[in-house]
C-alpha cells in the first residue's frame, strides 16, 4: 500500500510517500480501508520532533473515516470512523495510508449525515471540544464564551448550541466577527484583554459567563478575571514557552477551576465512545463541516509543507 512516512524527526524533509506492506490485523483488531484522512496541526509538529514519545518509522496520521474490510462480520463492510487517541501516529502507525489497522473497540459508525471527507476533518477538534465540554459541565442554560475561531472553537460552538448552552465566541479580527455573524452564530471582536470583563457582560446579560474556553493559548488571565463565581475555565494551547502570567487571587477568590483538556491523554477505545456521541450530536442536526481541502494522498508531502507554512485551510487527504 502507499503511505506517508517519516524515518525521523526534527524536520519535514525525511516524510515521504512510500510503498510498504499492508497491515495485517491481529486478533482484536480490524483493518480499516481509509477514505479520508485529515492533517492537523499535530501532524505536522509529530514530524518535526515536538512529541518525545515518538518512535520512527513512523506512518502519521490521527483522523480517518473508511470502510472495514476485515474483521468481525458484524463490522466488515461498515462506514466508520475514528483515530485521535494516545499513540496514534506517534509509537503507533496512524492513518495517512491506504490502509490502517486498530483495536475493534477503536472504531464508530460514521453518522450518515457526513461524508468520508466531512467526517476526517472532526477527530481532532470535535473530541478536544467535547472534552472540554463534559469536564466543564456545560449543558442546557450555561453561559458559555468561546475564545477563538478555529476548528477547535467552531466545534465547540456547535457542540454548545446543541446542548441548549447560551454560546457566544469572541475573536481578535473584526472580519472573523461579522462573518461568524453573517452565519447566525453570537460574536464579538475581543480587541485587548482588559475589556474582556465588560464585554461578556454585554454580551450575557450583565452577568458573567459560567464557563470560558480559550481555545487560543493567549488569553487565560483575561478569562480567569472575566469567569462567573465557581466558574469554568477550559484551556487547549499556550504560548511557545508554555508559561502565561495571571492573577491566582482572582482565581481562588471567585472559587474558579481551570481544566487542561489534551485529546492525547485518551485511547483510542476512549475516543471512539466520545465519536459516538458527537455522531448522534451531527444526526441530531449540528452543522456539518465544511471549508475544507481535498486533496489526493499522492500530494501529501506537499500538504504538509502547506500546513507548516501557514496555511489555514484545512486539508483532508484522499488515499
Not at 467526517?119 to 473530541?127: E, K, Q, R
Not at 465540554?133 to 458559555?144: I, N, Y
Amino acid at each position: 500500500m502507499q503511505a506517508l512516512q517519516f524515518s525521523a524527526t526534527g524536520t519535514l524533509d525525511s516524510l515521504q510517500l512510500r510503498d510498504v506492506p499492508t497491515p495485517v490485523p491481529e486478533a482484536g483488531e480490524v483493518l480499516i480501508e481509509v477514505r479520508a484522512t485529515g492533517i492537523n496541526p499535530s501532524d505536522i509538529k509529530n514530524v518535526l520532533g515536538l512529541f518525545p514519545y515518538t518512535t520512527t518509522p513512523r506512518i502519521p496520521g490521527r483522523d480517518f473515516s473508511g470502510v472495514v474490510v476485515s474483521g468481525p462480520p458484524e463490522l466488515q463492510g461498515k462506514a466508520v470512523w475514528g483515530g485521535t487517541g494516545k499513540g496514534f501516529g506517534f509509537y503507533r502507525d496512524g492513518c495517512h495510508a491506504q490502509y490502517v489497522v486498530v483495536p475493534t473497540d477503536a472504531v464508530a459508525l460514521m453518522p450518515e449525515s457526513l461524508t468520508f471527507a466531512q467526517a476526517a476533518t472532526c477527530g481532532v477538534p470535535f473530541i478536544t471540544a467535547w472534552d472540554a465540554l463534559e469536564r466543564s459541565q456545560v449543558q442546557a442554560g450555561t453561559s458559555f464564551l468561546i475564545i477563538g475561531a478555529g476548528a477547535v472553537a467552531q466545534a465547540a460552538q456547535a457542540l454548545g448550541k446543541a446542548r441548549g448552552a447560551n454560546v457566544v465566541l469572541a475573536v481578535r479580527r473584526a472580519e472573523v466577527a461579522q462573518e461568524l455573524q453573517a452565519r447566525g452564530i453570537s460574536a464579538f471582536q475581543l480587541p485587548d484583554a482588559e475589556q474582556l470583563p465588560d464585554q461578556v457582560r454585554d454580551h450575557f446579560q450583565q452577568q458573567a459567563p459560567e464557563v470560558i474556553f480559550d481555545t487560543t493559548g493567549y488569553w487565560l488571565s483575561a478569562a480567569v478575571n472575566s469567569v462567573d463565581t465557581f466558574g469554568w475555565v477550559a484551556v487547549i494551547s499556550a504560548p511557545a514557552d508554555g508559561l502565561i502570567k495571571m492573577s491566582a487571587l482572582n482565581l481562588y477568590r471567585r472559587g474558579g477551576s481551570i481544566i487542561g483538556v489534551n485529546s492525547l491523554l485518551y485511547s483510542l477505545e476512549d475516543c471512539a465512545r466520545m465519536l459516538e456521541q458527537i455522531g448522534a450530536a451531527f444526526e441530531g442536526g449540528i452543522p456539518v463541516p465544511g471549508g475544507f481541502i481535498e486533496l489526493p494522498l499522492s500530494e501529501a508531502v506537499a500538504a504538509y509543507h502547506r500546513v507548516n507554512e501557514g496555511g489555514a485551510e484545512k486539508i483532508v487527504l484522499i488515499p
